[in-house]
């Protein structure tokens, strides 16, 4: 007899042993000459060498497949094993998911600008998507990394923003600098979240395969073979910006997403993301896509007050932070310069 021990640590034992147990019931019926101990985030199973070899071909299958698919029921599980343990036929998957999320959540492009963004990804190594609040910017832009991430296609995601205050004096909220800067990525974090396993997301911030981190924390790095998201460009004055597009290294994708109608740098700085747009148009391998109202994907009074606002703006134009600074012209931003 030998035995054999499998770690779950990257996973919820809850979704893989299922509720009640009844996706280990499953195993232990499919491996009826097997003996398994389930001890939290450990299984151990013992038995016959070559029964156990199977189990393990087995079991990496079926991890890879809620890594894929996001959960993980007892159908697929007997489909994976009668399937030898290749999972390439046991859940369809359309071409326009993006991404399976938890609990079964499909992903993808849903309407006309966002496939064009995803398309846009696929041919180009570095996309700018510019629109108004609810559009799906963020959203899209951190499930093609995790796509990318999934697909072995980069090693790692890094996601940033400008720690610019809308409003808030960020040196008087409570906490050490994380928790501080924590706030701004959080919608980061929720896109995440929706996309992976908890103790899997967890797992990946802690060895540094996704990093969270703010715009200043780019400065002098080359970024290889990773799928970089600047978050909330509009944020970003010009040398901020040039500064994020010129640490793209090798086998790198950068997204850039903005809503130039939400400024919040102080009225003597000037967005950066303008000035980008204007520079890089037509420029081989940098694609630019610029999203509406009717892309807004949440409540439909988003797309109500968006209109307000935009018919608000035409009749009494504010022309703060819409002038690109002019040349030689100092953004006197203290948190960063371009390398």
Known sequence: MSEKVFSIESYSPLEIYGAGDRNLNTIRNLFPK???????????AI?????????????????????????????????????GGNGTNVRSSSPDVLVHGRNGMLIKARTPNQIKIVEGVEKNDMVFAIGPAGTGKTYTAVALAVRALKNREVKRIILTRPAVEAGENLGFLPGDMKEKLDPYMQPLYDALRDMLPPQKLLTYIEDGTIEIAPLAFMRGRTLDNVFAILDEAQNATSSQLKMFLTRMGRAAKFFITGDVTQIDLPRHQHSGLLQAVRILEGIPGIDIIMLDESDVVRHKLVTRIIRAYENETAAKPDTRNTREPSAGEETNNPEISAQ
Do not use: C, Y
Request: proline share 2%; hydrophobic share 45%; charged share 30%.
């Open 34 to 44: 097997l003996k398994f101990i389930a001890r939290g985030e450990f299984l151990k």
């Open 47 to 83: 038995g016959d060498p070559g029964e156990l070899m199977a189990f393990e071909d087995f079991f990496t299958a079926l991890l890879l497949h809620f890594e894929r698919f996001g959960n993980l029921s007892e159908r697929d599980i007997v489909q994976l094993s009668e399937s």
